[in-house]
């Protein structure tokens, strides 16, 4: 399962970079949840892996098979994972890295209602979702080449009335994950998942979220 799981992300890595047409695109999708502040030297990201993430990158992939792909989707589904990076670039091109437990310290989740959640510990995690969490770190660190040795991954539970995570990338909503002094703020649903919009003027297609069409003033439908 480990090598199998390792091939999985590979694969889920490469299609993201637009190797393959796909319903979603993975190159603005990615774009979405990984949300960079840089100032002068000093760059801080957050990287948000929703559950969904596993399914659309591996979409119309024969080699990896929908079970594979569903116990990872369970294994992950009761928890909201983020990575976090935190680094200062110097001057003769090295770089210093925030390491993982002064990153936890400060690392925080913030729902639109203002509740705030930190961090679990790893008793509360279960062994599947820390397993598989495992397995996919270094090929999610390969994404970001350098950049990669200061990713660290954490995960989170926010839950609804109905103990279901109430932070679901296709329905309306907000979050916000603060690390480092800074804040990273997500406006739901995504963009990239959004059915697009046509300008009834010249049949342009228009981003799903616009409602009016920037060039003529006509509202989308």
């Known amino acids: 399962m480990r090598r199998l799981f390792l091939l999985l992300v590979l694969l889920s890595v490469a299609t993201s970079f637009g190797q393959a047409p796909q319903k979603v695109n993975l190159t603005e999708y990615i774009r979405e949840i990984q949300i960079w502040h840089k100032e002068n030297n000093q760059m801080s990201l957050a990287f948000w892996i929703p559950t969904g993430y596993w399914k659309i990158a591996t979409e119309g992939n024969a080699q990896i098979s929908g079970e594979t792909v569903d116990q990872i989707v369970s294994a992950f589904d009761d928890y909201v994972l983020v990575c976090g ?48 969490l495992e397995a996919m770190k270094p090929m999610f ?11 660290h991954f ?22 916000t994950i603060k690390h480092s002094d800074r804040e990273f703020n997500y406006t739901l649903p995504l963009v990239a998942l959004m059915p697009g919009k046509t300008c009834p003027v010249d049949h342009a ?10 060039f003529h003033g006509n509202l989308l439908k």
């Open 85 to 132: 990076l935190d680094v200062d670039i110097h001057t003769n091109g090295t770089a210093s890295f925030t390491d993982e437990a002064t990153l936890c310290q400060s690392i925080s989740l913030i729902d639109e209602q203002g509740e705030v959640y930190l961090p679990l510990v790893d008793e509360e995690v279960s062994p599947e979702a820390s397993g598989f």
């Open 141 to 151: 660190r390969q994404m970001l080449g350098q950049m990669g040795e200061g990713m």
């Open 154 to 175: 954490f995960f989170f539970k926010v839950q609804d009335e109905n103990g279901k995570t109430a932070i679901d990338e296709y329905q309306e909503g907000s979050f």
């Open 205 to 214: 297609e228009m981003k799903g979220n616009w409602k009016y069409c920037p």
